[in-house]
């Protein structure tokens, strides 16, 4: 796989988010951005804190099926929050094996973790059969037994051009049955006008494209998964834990189907 070099001067959708969350690992390219889209979209930093907690209440409902092991693509930096964190604050044993197409992931990752449990994977989740390979995956996931595949805010990224319910199929193909699927990707079902603005200041400033999807075809990437109750649905109604606090006063607004399948 390609390791390409980190870009200190464009901004990074890792960083971007690492920002976001209030966490460290970002620099003032990514937080001038990151500023502006939220002038354009003030729900930005919003959607992304409902990203955190539908990945913790998603992570609660695989571990309950008793999966204990997790393979987090497009992880992002292992902020507090992430899926690391989670998982050992649901069992101490969990398995964590973090993908990233950005370097920069790669480096932090590598200083923060370090652990037997847990590894660091350069590379796109695009190409299943170079990520489910990788020795670093193999050393720290068991494939005789379910795994939790996460694609929370990582298809956003991902446009048509990439055969994607192919990918989806492979990696479904290659783990047991029992393994489960936690899966996110923005819509503009609910208005255009601020995305596009977002967008275009994203086009002007950096190389990073937008792909939303509708309800149908977050559905469609799901096929041969059977889905968890309620279904695929907005982030804040998926089994939320506090209503009032997460229901959006605009729940259109918000704006990103969630779903949770498992492989029969
Ligand atoms: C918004 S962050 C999501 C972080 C994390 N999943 C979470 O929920 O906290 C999206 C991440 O996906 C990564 N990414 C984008 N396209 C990717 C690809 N094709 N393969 C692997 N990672 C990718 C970006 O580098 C970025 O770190």
Request: glycine share 8%; net charge negative.
């Amino acid at each position: 796989m390609e390791r390409p070099e980190i870009d200190l001067r464009s901004a990074s959708v890792a960083r971007i988010f690492d920002y976001y969350l209030g966490g460290a690992h970002n620099f003032a390219v990514d937080r001038e951005l990151a500023d502006a889209a939220a002038k354009l979209m003030p729900e930005l930093p919003r959607m992304m804190h409902l990203h955190r907690r539908f990945l913790a209440r998603a992570m609660r409902y695989v571990v309950e099926q008793g999966v204990t092991q997790f393979l987090d693509l497009g992880s992002g930096l292992p902020t507090p929050g992430g899926s690391l964190e989670v998982a050992r604050r649901l069992d101490p044993f969990a398995r964590v094996v973090h993908v990233d197409i950005d370097p920069v992931v790669g480096a932090h990752g590598k200083s923060l973790l370090g652990a037997a449990d847990s590894a660091v994977v350069v590379g796109d989740m695009c190409e299943p059969d170079a990520i489910l390979d990788h020795p670093e995956t193999r050393r720290v996931l068991d494939f005789d037994r379910p795994i939790g595949l996460l694609l929370v805010g990582v298809l956003d990224f991902v446009g048509n051009d990439v055969d994607l319910p192919g990918v989806l199929a492979r990696y479904r193909d290659r783990v047991v049955p029992g393994s489960h699927i936690v899966l996110t990707n923005f819509s503009v079902e609910g208005g255009l006008e601020d995305y596009q603005r977002t967008e275009q200041l994203y086009r002007d400033n950096t190389t990073i494209d937008f792909h939303p999807r509708s309800a149908a075809e977050v559905t469609e990437l799901l096929a041969g998964f059977e889905l968890a109750e309620p279904g695929v649905v907005d982030v804040s109604l998926w089994r939320p834990e506090a209503v009032l606090e997460d229901l959006d006063e605009h729940p259109k607004r918000s704006a990103a189907y969630v779903a949770v399948g498992r492989k029969p």
